[in-house]
């Protein structure tokens, strides 16, 4: 049977925040903004519950969380949501980074298209932007800076901690796209400066199709983001829409369960990373590892076997382990990835090139079992 590491694409939801969800479907029927009878009242309650358990996990206030459809949706009106403000004050600058995700970038191109400057910083060949290399790119006119925390393909750890502080500075609003770390760098998100802040319920075992914007208040007021969707005044008219109580409900109970037990899964995460690399000495392949090491998240392993093509080997030993060369949301077309390409890595390394991702719940010795299997693999294929 084959062994799943493509947590970074989507993880497995956690069978208690699953039955949390199905009690909700059965007992929590009402409209959570109805407020003339109980079921939407109780409906409400679950909901309240909810961001009290996100906003515990990231150390904010539960009137900072918004909650959305994922961080897709979250991302864009952090980004489009700014547009109003963006005229009054002729700010009309962005910076972000090449190697964010699709849901920034793409979003980036649109405002592009309509008369805002978009700056893409590349990272060098560890996987990492440098803080100067942002800060440099900052003007009188610089309305946001959007930089992920970690990248979803190489699993490196930006320097958003340093770039917070640098931009709080500078009264300069800050996003940070936390998809891949929500739930892991937990003590590390709780000191982070920033404005804005998005995640996706999904990747850290909850259910897919919900997670959250973050709106940082500061002198009691948050950053100026207007809805970019018209309808009702749910979540303060910053997401209109009926809220979807159950999926609300397996975010919140997810985010409590990683606030439980993130210290351990960091352990487990990194027993098995070790345990991945030393199959990978062992089998005498040629490999490289992509992204610097020392500032990578624990769950996530990017490497290139040289002389073996990534896209051939995922095919041919896709009955050992379910594993990705790139990002999901590029996923249906091939094409090199934009990442690697951006650290300027070479076109047969990038070619060569698997991401590998765990979480909690994958079993260490079903993954080295696995993983040799795929190996003998791309060694038959390069003989």
Not at 248 to 262: F, H, L, P, T
Not at 311 to 329: D, F, P, R
């Amino acid at each position: 049977m084959s062994v799943y590491l493509d947590y970074n694409a989507s993880a497995p939801i956690d069978q208690r925040v699953l039955d949390e969800m199905i009690l909700a479907y059965q007992n929590k029927s009402g409209n959570a903004d109805s407020r003339t009878h109980s079921f939407g009242e109780n409906a409400r309650s679950a909901v309240e519950k909810a961001r009290k358990q996100v906003a515990s996990l990231l150390g904010v206030s539960s009137n900072e969380v918004f909650f959305t459809s994922g961080a897709t949706e979250s991302n864009n009106i952090a980004l489009q949501g700014l547009k109003e403000y963006a005229e009054k004050t002729g700010k009309k600058h962005i910076i972000t980074t090449s190697i964010e995700h699709k849901a920034v970038l793409e979003t980036a191109k649109y405002m592009e298209l309509n008369g805002y400057q978009v700056d893409f910083v590349d990272p060098n060949e560890s996987g990492r932007v440098s803080v100067e290399s942002v800060l440099d790119k900052v003007r009188e006119d610089t309305l946001l800076v959007s930089v992920m925390h970690v990248n979803n393909e190489t699993g490196v750890i930006q320097p958003v901690l340093e770039l917070g502080e640098e931009l709080q500075k500078r009264s300069i609003l800050f996003h940070i796209d936390a998809t891949q770390s929500c739930g892991k760098l937990v003590d590390e998100i709780r000191n982070l400066k920033y404005d804005m802040l998005s995640f996706s319920a999904h990747k850290l075992m909850g259910p897919q199709g919900v997670g959250a914007l973050i709106l940082k208040r500061k002198s009691y007021k948050r950053p100026p983001v207007k809805g970019i969707m018209y309808g009702g005044q749910q979540e303060q008219g910053i997401r209109p829409g009926t809220i979807p109580v159950a999926l609300v409900v397996g975010c919140g109970k997810a985010c409590e369960i990683a606030e439980q037990e993130y210290k351990d899964n960091e352990m487990h995460s990194l027993q098995i990373k070790q345990a991945i690399l030393s199959v990978l000495e062992e089998s005498g392949l040629k490999y490289q590892v992509n992204g610097k090491q020392d500032v990578c998240i624990s769950s996530t392993l990017n490497i290139a076997i040289e002389g073996v093509s990534s896209e051939a080997l995922m095919i041919s030993s896709k009955q050992y382990c379910g594993v990705s060369n790139g990002s999901a949301c590029t996923s249906s077309n091939y094409s090199p990835s934009y990442v690697l390409v951006a650290m300027g890595l070479d076109v047969s390394r990038i070619e060569s090139s698997l991401r590998l991702s765990w979480g909690a719940k994958s079993d260490l010795n079903e993954i080295v079992d696995n993983l040799k299997k795929m190996l003998n693999v791309a060694k038959m294929m390069k003989n």
